[in-house]
């Protein structure tokens, strides 16, 4: 059972675009959504991360969104840049970002020049 | 370069040998985790220690995994009697805690059982 839904799989931007990737989940016990990204063979690495007392947060180019209502949080990506192209993944846990995450299954940006 | 380092990268094994993977975190950090990521999926929790004691194992951790981190530093992952279907990426990941959330990955081992 996938505790946490990631949409789109793929994602296609032109350079200087917005990317926009979105994420559900159903446990409301979740109060912590990091998301990482991932290089081709790196390990994933926190980019940001939200908790449900506030619906937006900015850092830099991104930004997370977050709808406690509908469970729902997505990440914004700002004049996208080709340096942007990797693997990104939404997360959530409980009580803290160093308990066990939850991922989604990923979504594979590419920006385009 | 003092992030999260593993050994090995790859790892090619037959079916039913054994594998042992190491996990040395950041220096100072007493979270250590465990994740395994297959082929267009993303990371699973496996298993996590405070300093030596594991505190949490996922179901996915058969009797055919066993984790360690006797001394507190670093971490062994060891999959007896290999099968096909444990072929993935296994991660290893710290934190320190209390005191911050972010988990620092390190690049993963690669296992292929053939």
């Known amino acids: 059972q996938q505790q946490v839904k990631q949409s789109p799989q793929s994602l296609i931007v032109q350079k200087g675009g917005i990317s926009i990737i979105n994420c559900a989940y159903e446990?409301?016990?979740?109060?912590?959504f990091p998301w990482y990204q991932q290089f081709p063979g790196k390990g994933p690495a926190l980019l940001i991360a939200?908790?449900?007392?506030?619906s937006e947060k900015k850092e830099g180019r991104f930004t997370i969104s977050f709808n406690k209502s509908a469970k729902q949080f997505s990440l914004h990506i700002m004049d996208s840049q080709p340096g942007d192209s990797a693997t990104y993944f939404c997360?959530?846990?409980?009580?803290?970002?160093?308990?066990?995450?939850?991922f989604g299954t990923g979504t594979r940006l590419t920006v385009i020049p | 370069d003092t992030g999260v380092s593993q050994d090995p990268r790859h790892k090619i094994t037959k079916r039913g040998q054994n594998v042992t993977f190491r996990c040395d975190p950041i220096?100072?950090?007493?979270?250590l985790y465990w994740y395994r990521q297959t082929l267009g999926q993303g990371p699973e929790f496996l298993t996590y220690?405070?300093?030596?004691?594991?505190?949490?194992k996922s179901r996915l951790l058969s009797d055919r995994f066993s984790a360690e981190r006797p001394k507190g530093s670093f971490s062994t992952l060891e999959i007896q009697r290999t099968e096909q279907g444990d072929s993935a990426m296994y991660l290893c990941?710290?934190?320190?805690?209390?005191?911050?959330?972010?988990?620092?990955f390190g690049p993963g081992t690669r296992l292929l059982v053939l």
């Open positions: 997360a959530a846990s409980i009580g803290s970002g160093a308990n066990n995450l939850f």
């Open positions: 990941a710290s934190s320190l805690d209390p005191g911050a959330e972010t988990q620092y």
């Open positions: 939200i908790r449900p007392d506030v």
């Open positions: 446990n409301t016990a979740f109060d912590y």
């Open positions: 220096s100072e950090h007493n979270r």
């Open positions: 220690f405070q300093n030596e004691a594991q505190l949490e």
